[in-house]
C-alpha cells in the first residue's frame, strides 16, 4: 500500500512540478537555450556564471571559475544550482550553445516541494486525501515563488521540508546517512541551505542526546557532517576565498519584521499577495524576511486555536524541540533592530566579537523559513486533529480561501506574460563588432555590482567571449578585487592595454583619465547606450557623433582660491583613476572619497601658474598602528621633494608647486606605498586598500 501511494505522489509531483512550470515561465521559455526571460540582474549574472564555467576547461577545485570576475571564485559563489552545474559540464560537448538547466530546476523545486510537504503531512495524519489536498498550501507558498522569481538556488525549499520530514519520521533506515546526504546536497545548492541545515541538526541530535543520554553518539554523528560537509566543500571550490570574506554587510538590515507573516507585500512596487490585507510599511531590506502566511493559513491558525484554547494550558502536545528551534531561528531573523511595521522596538549595536560570526548570515530574513514552514505544519495538522468530522471540506474551503487570497501574486507569476529581455539593439553594427574582433570585455572599474552590467550582460549572454571582470557573486575576495583594480591602474596609467580587450567605461572619473592618457592615440572612444567604450587601434571608426561626445569630456579648471569637494563619479570633477566610496566599516558616508591601492590620480586644468600651494583636507588616514602613513606626491610624473610636503591629521600641504604646473591639464598622483584594509584592523570586514580619505582640495 505504501509503495502504491509513493509511485502515486511521484506521479501526481511530477505533473504538477510541470504544470507549474510551464505557467511560471510560459512555454515559449522552457528550452535549455532560452534566455530571454533571464531580465533580473541575478538570473542574468547567474547564468553567465554557469556559461563561462561550461565554457571552461575541468580545474581544481572542480568550482574554479576564474574566466567569470577574472579574481579567484567558484561556482559555489554564484546562484547556478552548483551540483546541476557540475553534472552539465560532465556532459558539456553534447550540450546546445548557450545551454543552462534552469527550467529543469525550476520544476525540480516545484515537485519536491509537493512530494515533501505531502509525506510530512501524511505520516502526521495517515489521512491520503486530507494530506493531497494541505500540501498545496505549501507548493503555492509566497516566499518560494518570490524567491524563484528573484534567486533560482534559492528555491530549493524543499530541503528545509526534507529535513523536517526526516526528524518527523524517525523509524527511517539509514536515517543519519539521509541527514548527512542532504546536508552535503544542500552546500551544491546554496550555502544559506546548509546553515539552515546544520543549525536545524544540532538542535535535532541536541534534544535526542537529552532523551538518549548517548553523548558519544551526538559527537560522533556531528563531526562526521562537518568532516564529509567541509571535503565536498573543499572540492567544490567554498575554500577559494579567505575565511573572512564570507563575512559581509547586512546582518540587522536584510531582516525579518515582526509582522512578516502578515504583511503581504515585500516591496511597494511589487504586486501584493493578498487581497484581503493591506501592505503593512517595512524597511527595503526586510523583503529578505518576506514570509506571508495567506489568509487561508491564518484562519486555520485562528481555528485551531480557539478549539483548543480551554485544553491549551494542559496540553502535553507541545514540541519542545520545534519551539525552541522557532525561538532561535526567530532571534536571528529578526535580529539586533527590531520592527514592528514601521516602529522600531529595539535597536542596539553588536560588539564586534559577535557582529563577526552573525556577517556571514547578512540576509538573516532567510532564517525565517524554517519557522514559516513549521507553521503551515502544525497548523494543517492542528486542523485535522481539531476537527473530528467534515475536515476534508473545511480544508477545501481554506485553500480556497488562500488561492482567493493569492490570486494577486499568482496572476502575476503565472498567468501573465513575461516580459522578455530587449536585445534588439544588439543588432547594430557597433555591438556586433565587439563580439567578432575582441576575445575579451572588461569594465575600467571592477565591481560586484556594475552599474553597465544590464547592458553588457546582453552582450555577453548572446556572444562568447573568452572572460570578463563583469561579474555578481554572493562572496568573492574583496582584497584581491582591490589589488586588482590598483594593478590595472598602474598597468593602463602606464599606457600597458590588452589590444584583444574591448573596455567599458561605467564613471566621469576612469574617463577623465582615460582621455589624459589616449586622447590622441590609435584607439577609439565610442558612446553607445549611454556608455563609453574603448577599443584599441579603433580610433578610425569613430563616427562624427562619437568625436562630438568625446569632445564634451572636459578637465576641470582651477583658479586661485578655489575649493573643490571630492565626489565620486563627478561629471564636473578633478579625480582619475584610483577612488573608492568614502563608507567605513558600518559607517555609511556619501561625501568625499577613498584612495584605493598604491595609486590615486586627481585631473585638472589651470589656466595661469599663480597656484603655489595645494591643501588637501581629509577625514581620516587609515596606517598601521604607531606608523606613519608613507605618502609620495608626483605633480605631472615629477616627485615632489619632501620639504614641499607637510602631514598632519586633518590636512596634506604641498607647498613651492608652481614649478611643477603647466599650463592646461596637470596630474596629481598621490601614491602610497602601503595601503591598509579596515579588515586588517578588525574594524570591519572590509577588505578594499586604503589610504587617505579626502574631503576637498583648496588651490592657494
Known sequence: MTQRIDTQLIIISIFLGLILTIFFLDFS???????EWLKSYDLKSDYLALKFFLNDKWRFPLGYNPNYGEIPNSIVFSGAVPILSFLSKVFRNFLPENFHFFSI??????????????????????????????????????????RLNLHLSLGAHWLIL??????????????????????VLSSLIHFYFTIILLIMNLFFSFFNYVETKNLKKFLKENLIILIVLCFFMYVSGYFQLPATDALGYGYGYFKSNLLTFVDPNYSNSETSWSIFISDIYNSPGEKEGFSYLGLGILLIILIVFFLNFRNFKGSKSINYKYFFLSIFFLTLSFTNN???GSYSIINFELPKIIFGPLSIIRASGRLIWPVYYLILIFSIYGLYKSIPSKKNYILIILLSIQVVDFSGGLKNNFFSERILDDRKFLKNYFWSNISANFENISNTQISNRSSSFPIISSLLIENKFNKTNFFRLGRYNREIASNYRSNFYKEISNEKINIRTAYVIENYDHLRNMKFLFENSEHGFFYKNNLWFFLPNYKKFMKDEDILEFKTIKYKNINVGDKIKVNLNDNNGILGFGWSHPSYGSQIDSSGAWTEGNFSNLIFNISDKNIDKIIINIKKILQEKNKNIKLN???????LPNQNIKIDSNKIQLSSIKNYLELGTNKLVIEINSPQTALSKLESVDARLLGVLINSLEFK
Not at 521559455?29 to 534566455?35: E, Y
Not at 526528524?167 to 539509514?174: E, F, M, V
Not at 606626491?633 to 616627485?639: E, Q
Open 29 to 35: 521559455n522552457i528550452g535549455f537555450s532560452d534566455t
Open 105 to 146: 530546476w525550476i520544476f525540480l523545486c516545484f515537485s519536491l516541494q509537493y512530494f515533501f510537504s505531502f509525506k510530512i503531512l501524511n505520516f502526521l495524519t495517515k489521512d491520503y486525501f486530507f494530506s493531497l489536498i494541505s500540501a498545496f498550501f505549501f507548493l503555492i507558498s509566497p516566499i518560494l515563488i518570490y
Open 162 to 183: 526534507s529535513a523536517f520530514y526526516l526528524d518527523i519520521c524517525q523509524s527511517q533506515k539509514n536515517i543519519f546517512y539521509k541527514k548527512l546526504f542532504i546536508i
Open 338 to 340: 527590531i520592527n514592528l
Open 633 to 639: 606626491f608626483l605633480l605631472n610624473d615629477i616627485s
